[in-house]
């Protein structure tokens, strides 16, 4: 089993619509949780930290959910502009190791 | 701007021949570096964390004699791909861990590697 799993999509959703993202990861002892974007052929870029509480940032969404080991991004309003990788990130002894799902692949079309 | 800047952003190379990709983190030290590689279609994988002074600690299945990692200085560290084969091609990226301000983790631009 994968440490990190995402559904790899490709999602193909239409501009406005709302989309929503999900991971799984493995070890219980993961302590930190990020999504991050990566575009096509760039370095991925931190997008949200995901904390139990849940956190907003602006269009976007985060959850987190330890019993299950569950982690989700929400994104609303679709923009173009969104058309990217999403990456589910944890991290586990000492915090600066960081474990990368394969990624979601959004598409927002016209 | 960029805080890890990576070079050469893209490089093609012969089979056989070694090639060098820098990291450098420009306004911070970084005692910790990672670098990580990436398939087409593929997630980063983790292959080296680079520690400033020491050598370098690699993931299960990265040979280090291929893969050297060098952390000569708080603010760089080099990955040099020796023996370069054609199956060597992918991306190669690097990160740095900014302590303070979060204790953000901060990628490189990433390297295009193509050995032919």
């Known amino acids: 089993r994968k440490e990190v799993e995402q559904d790899p999509g490709p999602f193909n959703v239409p501009e406005g619509a709302t989309v929503a993202f999900n991971c799984t990861y493995s070890?219980?002892?993961?302590?930190?949780f990020f999504w991050y974007r990566q575009d096509c052929r760039k370095e991925p870029k931190l997008l949200m930290s995901?904390?139990?509480s849940g956190n907003e940032d602006g269009r976007f969404t985060a959850q987190l959910n330890r019993a299950s080991q569950y982690i989700s991004l929400l994104i609303r309003d679709s923009k173009l502009s969104d058309s990217a990788t999403y990456l589910c990130v944890v991290t586990t002894g000492g915090g600066n190791k960081l474990t990368f799902g394969t990624g979601t692949q959004l598409k927002v079309e016209l | 701007g960029a805080v890890v800047s990576q070079h050469p952003s893209r490089v093609i190379c012969k089979s056989g021949t070694s090639v060098k990709i820098e990291c450098r983190s420009l306004d911070f030290q970084a005692t910790t570096m990672f670098w990580y590689r990436q398939f087409p279609k593929k997630s980063l994988m983790l292959m080296a964390t680079s520690n400033e002074g020491s050598k370098a600690t690699y993931e299960q299945g990265v040979e280090k004699d291929k893969f050297l990692i060098n952390h000569a200085s708080l603010t760089l560290s080099t990955l040099t791909v020796t023996s370069a084969h054609p199956e060597d091609s992918s991306f190669y990226i690097c990160s740095a861990y900014k302590q303070g301000s979060g204790n953000t983790i901060y990628f490189g631009e990433g390297s295009w590697l193509t050995v032919v």
């Open positions: 070890n219980s002892a993961s302590q930190s």
């Open positions: 995901v904390y139990s």
